[in-house]
């Protein structure tokens, strides 16, 4: 076979669950590992933005049930989402013929 190929995939991020560092990942779940950056209380919820270990930022959007204290700015925390989930995700082709990120405003 051929050499590797990257891929980028996605998830919506009100299926991500956020917990401790030391919360073990359900069977069938994908899961990062990663610091919360900030954490923003928007009345019916909770969103967080987290930086992961893999330098991939990830926004968790966590419905406000009050069954969980919310993990706050600078707390280490584990990410989780079931693999059914996850999504794969065209890369931009841009100019010069590389895999490109898109604009801020798109």
């Known amino acids: ?13 009100e299926k991500i669950s956020i917990g401790a560092t030391n919360a073990s990942t359900p069977p069938g779940h994908n899961a990062l590992r990663g ?13 967080y933005l987290v930086d992961t270990s893999s330098d991939v930022e990830v926004t968790v ?8 204290s919310a993990p706050r700015s600078g707390e280490n925390v584990t990410l989780t989402w ?24 798109e």
Not at 6 to 12: A, L, S, Y
Not at 61 to 68: L, M, P, W
Not at 82 to 105: C, L, N
């Open 1 to 13: 076979m051929g050499g590797a190929t990257n891929v980028k995939v996605g998830v919506r991020p």
């Open 61 to 68: 959007y966590a419905q406000n049930i009050g069954q969980e």
């Open 82 to 105: 079931p693999v059914e989930h996850t999504f794969a995700v065209r890369p931009m082709v841009g100019a010069r013929g590389r895999d490109e990120e898109p604009s801020k405003g």
């Open 35 to 47: 610091q919360v950056r900030v954490s923003t209380f928007t009345g019916v919820g909770n969103q």
